[in-house]
């Protein structure tokens, strides 16, 4: 069982700049896929970033392209970087964890998830 925990969430300005971690244990995480979602409200929780903790490959959605950055920082954390916020960015922010070696954007196909943290960027 791999349990992750976040951290890092906040409130910032539009433009403004945010870091969430997430730190896994529990197992072996060297075939890890770990990667974020993130839920607004009213909306579905959907795909933001991920990556192979054993390849290091990233896969990330269009909307946040070019201004987010998931990186491995240990054997068993990842972090998210989220420069250029926009207060379409507000949401729950969850990490997630599957074994494998795709990086897959469909939720259902992971089967760790984390308790969320709030990012909230104001106009």
């Known amino acids: 069982q791999v349990l992750l925990v976040e951290s890092g969430g906040g409130q910032v300005q539009d433009g403004g700049v945010l870091r969430l971690s997430c730190k896994a244990s529990g197992g072996l995480f060297t075939s890890l896929i770990m990667g974020w979602f993130r839920q607004a409200p009213g909306k579905e929780r959907e795909f933001v970033a991920a990556?192979?903790?054993?390849?290091?490959?990233t896969n990330y959605a269009d909307s946040v392209k070019d201004r987010f950055t998931i990186s491995k920082d240990s054997a068993n954390t990842v972090s998210l970087q989220m420069n250029s916020l926009k207060p379409e960015d507000t949401a729950v922010y969850y990490c997630?964890?599957?074994?494998?070696?795709?990086?897959?954007?469909?939720?259902?196909?992971?089967?760790?998830w984390g308790q969320g943290t709030q990012v909230t960027v104001s106009s």
């Open positions: 990556i192979s903790l054993l390849y290091g490959n």
């Open positions: 997630a964890a599957r074994r494998g070696s795709t990086l897959y954007t469909n939720e259902v196909t992971y089967d760790y």
